[in-house]
């Protein structure tokens, strides 16, 4: 398990971190709104070695980015009601590659995982978060 206590000043250390703890390469976000999932997710993509501009696909539930040597997918499935939907969109196939996963909203899609990363961000105050992060 590896557990951080982290302000804004430090995301791109806890990215760096995170990826050198990590064994799988599905990540299962769980915060509340606003506590940094999408701006983590950000700092995990460039120290990927992406440079692309990282938003949120909340509408488009699926955002793809390049680095030289790695594909990652982003995923938010807070509109997502129900477990079919996300067959609707194809979500097993992506299960199937060799990508990063990084997935916010995470509860309809964790049965279809048996190897992931849980990652738990909790708001301390207005500046600082504690992150836990767990295999399953």
């Known amino acids: 398990m590896l557990e951080i206590e982290y302000t804004l000043k430090d995301i791109d250390h806890v990215a760096k971190q995170i990826l050198e703890h990590a064994t799988a390469k599905a990540f299962l976000f769980k915060a509340e709104m606003g506590a940094g999932k999408t701006t983590l997710i950000k700092a995990l993509v460039k120290a990927l070695g992406c440079n692309d501009t990282v938003n949120?696909?909340?509408?488009?539930?699926?955002?793809?980015?390049?680095?030289?040597?790695?594909?990652?997918?982003?995923?938010?499935?807070?509109?997502?009601?129900?477990?079919?939907?996300?067959?609707?969109?194809?979500?097993?196939?992506?299960?199937?590659?060799?990508?990063?996963?990084?997935i916010e909203w995470p509860e309809?899609?964790?049965?279809?995982?048996?190897?992931?990363?849980s990652i738990e961000i909790e708001l301390i105050n207005g500046t600082s978060r504690t992150l836990k992060m767990t295999k399953k």
């Open 56 to 102: 949120s696909p909340t509408f488009s539930l699926v955002n793809e980015y390049q680095s030289e040597t790695e594909t990652i997918y982003h995923f938010d499935l807070y509109r997502l009601e129900d477990e079919s939907e996300l067959y609707d969109f194809g979500f097993e196939d992506y299960l199937n590659t060799n990508a990063h996963l990084f």
């Open 108 to 117: 309809l899609a964790k049965s279809m995982f048996d190897n992931y990363h």
